[in-house]
């Protein structure tokens, strides 16, 4: 059994960050991705229209001035190519491809309280430990495919959009059935619709989503780009949600009729989260604000769809705008006024099975060359229950977290020493811009590692009473915010998932900027919450 200083799982954006950090430590460090090369959720989401709904140029890293010079994005928010093509080079150029070791699937990762050291064992048999163990995992990267009767039974092309083939999958003239109108579904749809011969889709629940508006980037604004970095981080730091938009500190009653409507004009059709996170302060905390706004949107989508009918089954009646993550789409809601563009709501007419050559509904019958699930992800939690994590005691992880995740900072978690859960659970990163958030993340659990190392430290833990403290913090914000009224992964939900049917406290509502000063606080005060021997 090898052993290292430090296992990192997962090679995606922050794993990738985590290794850079470490080796500069001059620790022994192996990376472990199922996968056949880096990338995370770049090197899976391969569908058509994948692509970032933040900004090119605030997603990619920026620990290295140089990497900000060289790379130049051709979007303001890149395709899953041009992404993956970017993680690759930061790879390449750091030389950090060597201490990673692919299609290693990781089954179990188990903490033996005798030596203070992690075992971790692989699929195939192998096992390494290591004195620390630091999650990677992506929050979501835990795919969940629909529930239905018969769906190996399909004898086409079928496969959840995680699953998207490397090679090339012709769509073009094929009868293509997709299920789910998440933020992936929206993606697909609106890429494909005029590409297929006929394209059908099963909506549970409809979403609420905003152009993206995206455009090329030319070789003057990527200049302009590149000698505004440090303003650009500047002000995604400064917001608390680590994109480039912040609220507008006016509630609505404040602004006069004609000025609110022009604004929320101005916000719907300019680029990216602003809709969203640029609108006024009140819009996501008070019920009566929000719904003003939320209808203003519905009726963007009444405009935007030929057939009123259509229009309004695509208008969600159970949730306000925002109160999810909003996806954002381009030519989604038109795709629906094309003549071989069909919408079944399943709450009307429900699926009752797949077979062979389609799916069939209370009411008719539909065939199809291809099945698309878009059905999303058991979000944040789901990739750590399907690895047996199990901590002091034999105590597991999937049961401490089977009512809702409880984490010290979303970092560590009592009861199990030694493990650093990057992009867990009720940590910043999983409800911000994920990259920025992961190097924080990354730059604070790095350097407490180095001060571990340097001190001698063979274990550390949080504290019970920390955690409990920290989890209560959490909740908090819920109190504040409409996210918590409304089913989706940022609160646990997930009706592909038993168990998931309540709210479950996910994520940190509490800002970039205040996590930031939480994880300053405990590091200046000695690393409080924690014990160390």
């Known amino acids: 059994m090898k052993k290292y200083d430090v296992i990192v799982i997962g090679a995606g954006v922050c794993g990738i960050y985590m290794l850079y950090r470490l080796l500069k430590q001059g620790l022994n460090v192996l990376v472990l991705d199922k996968a056949d090369g880096p990338g995370g959720t770049w090197y899976w989401n391969r569908y058509p229209g994948a692509r970032f709904d933040s900004e090119s140029y605030t997603y990619g890293y920026s620990f290295s001035e140089e990497l900000l010079q060289e790379w130049d994005w051709s979007e303001h928010f890149a395709a899953q190519p041009e992404t993956l093509r970017y993680l690759n080079h930061v790879v390449d150029k750091f030389d950090l491809r060597e201490p990673m070791r692919f299609g290693a699937h990781v089954q179990s990762a188990k903490f033996d309280d005798a030596s203070n050291e992690w075992h971790v064992v692989l699929e195939d048999g192998?096992?390494?430990?290591?004195?620390?163990?630091?999650?990677?995992?992506?929050?979501?990267?835990?795919?969940?495919?629909p529930r239905i009767e018969g769906i190996d039974r399909f004898q086409g092309q079928a496969f959840h959009t995680y699953d998207w083939p490397q090679e090339p999958v012709d769509l073009k003239g094929q009868r293509v059935g997709v299920v789910?109108?998440?933020?992936?579904?929206?993606?697909?749809?609106?890429?494909?619709?005029?590409?297929?011969?006929?394209?059908?889709?099963?909506?549970?629940r409809p979403n609420w989503c905003a152009p993206l508006h995206n455009s090329k980037i030319s070789a003057e604004d990527m200049a302009d780009i590149k000698a505004r970095y440090d303003e650009i981080f500047a002000q995604c730091a400064a917001t608390p949600n680590g994109f480039l938009h912040g609220p507008d500190r006016r509630e609505l009653k404040e602004v006069p009729e004609a000025e609110k409507y022009a604004?929320?004009?101005?916000?719907?059709?300019?680029p990216g989260f602003g809709v969203w996170l640029g609108n006024f302060r009140d819009v996501l905390t008070d019920m009566d604000a929000n719904a003003e706004f939320s209808n203003f949107i519905a009726n963007k989508i009444r405009e935007r769809v030929n057939d009123p009918a259509i229009a309004e089954k695509l208008i969600p009646k159970d949730h306000g705008f925002g109160t999810r993550r909003v996806p954002m789409e381009t030519r989604y809601y038109e795709a629906y006024n094309l003549d071989h563009v069909s919408l079944v709501d399943i709450n009307e007419t429900p699926i009752e099975c797949i077979d062979e050559t389609g799916i069939q509904t209370t009411e008719t019958r539909h065939e199809f060359d291809v099945l698309i699930f878009a059905t999303g992800f058991d979000a944040i939690t789901g990739a750590f229950d399907r690895i047996h994590i199990e901590g002091t005691g034999g105590q597991k992880l999937s049961d401490k977290w089977h009512d809702g995740p409880m984490t010290y900072l979303g970092m560590q978690v009592a009861g199990f020493p030694n493990l650093f859960t990057l992009a867990g659970p009720q940590g910043a990163s999983v409800a911000t811009n994920f990259p920025p958030a992961i190097e924080t993340c990354v730059d604070w659990a790095s350097d407490f590692i180095e001060h571990l190392f340097k001190e001698g430290v063979t274990r550390v833990e949080a504290k019970q009473s920390a955690e409990d403290a920290w989890v209560e913090h959490v909740?908090?914000?819920?109190?504040?915010?409409?996210?918590?009224?409304?089913?989706?992964w940022f609160t646990g939900y997930n009706s592909n998932v038993d168990g998931h049917d309540k709210l479950r406290y996910m994520i940190y509502l509490g800002g970039s900027p205040t996590y930031r000063e939480k994880l300053a606080d405990v590091a200046s005060s000695g690393y409080k919450g924690f014990t160390t021997s």
Request: glycine share 8%; aromatic share 12%; with cysteine.
């Open 263 to 270: 604004f929320w004009e101005d916000l719907y059709n300019s």
């Open 475 to 488: 909740k908090s914000f819920y109190d504040m915010s409409l996210v918590s009224n409304t089913q989706s």
């Open 180 to 204: 789910g109108t998440g933020a992936t579904g929206v993606q697909v749809i609106g890429a494909i619709a005029d590409e297929v011969g006929e394209l059908t889709v099963f909506q549970r």
């Open 126 to 145: 192998d096992i390494f430990s290591s004195t620390f163990l630091c999650t990677a995992i992506g929050m979501l990267s835990a795919a969940t495919p």
